[in-house]
């Protein structure tokens, strides 16, 4: 007998490679919000040939933790609050890079990536 309890918890896993700004990264996007509509994103975007950690915040509602930062990153911590306020969701943002980057830019690739496969899902934003 199925067990009626039982609800696959399939997340949204997205990754991309794409240039921001003249830097070539790969996007990870993961998230679920068709189990549980407050479910958090997580997001990893790493320069290509970047071997190093770069800093990761966590950000939910309008407080957010760095986890692995010495020093905490302004442009970072606009960059996640500016994702939860779109997304009404916790987020934790990880961004490896040796260059600077546009805030615009980066909030740009990822809601294209989110919304694509939300819109490819039937899902609402």
């Not at 509509?37 to 957010?64: E, F, R, V």
């Not at 905490?72 to 943002?93: C, G, H, M, S, T």
Request: charged content about 15%; overall charge negative.
């Amino acid at each position: 007998e199925e067990d009626k309890y039982c609800i696959p918890l399939m997340s949204h896993h997205v990754v991309e490679e794409t240039s921001i700004g003249n830097t070539e990264y790969t996007v990870v996007i993961t998230y679920n919000q068709s189990h549980h509509k407050k479910a958090p994103i997580t997001i990893y975007i790493n320069q290509h040939q970047n071997q190093l950690m770069g800093d990761y915040i966590y950000t939910i509602q309008d407080s957010s933790t760095f986890i692995n930062s010495a020093d905490e990153n302004d442009q970072l911590k606009l960059l996640n609050q500016q994702l939860v306020a779109k997304y009404k969701v916790p987020i934790y943002l990880s961004i490896n890079t040796t260059t600077s980057f546009s805030n615009v830019e980066m909030f740009q690739t990822i809601t294209q990536l989110i919304n694509s496969v939300q819109d490819s899902n039937g899902e609402r934003q």
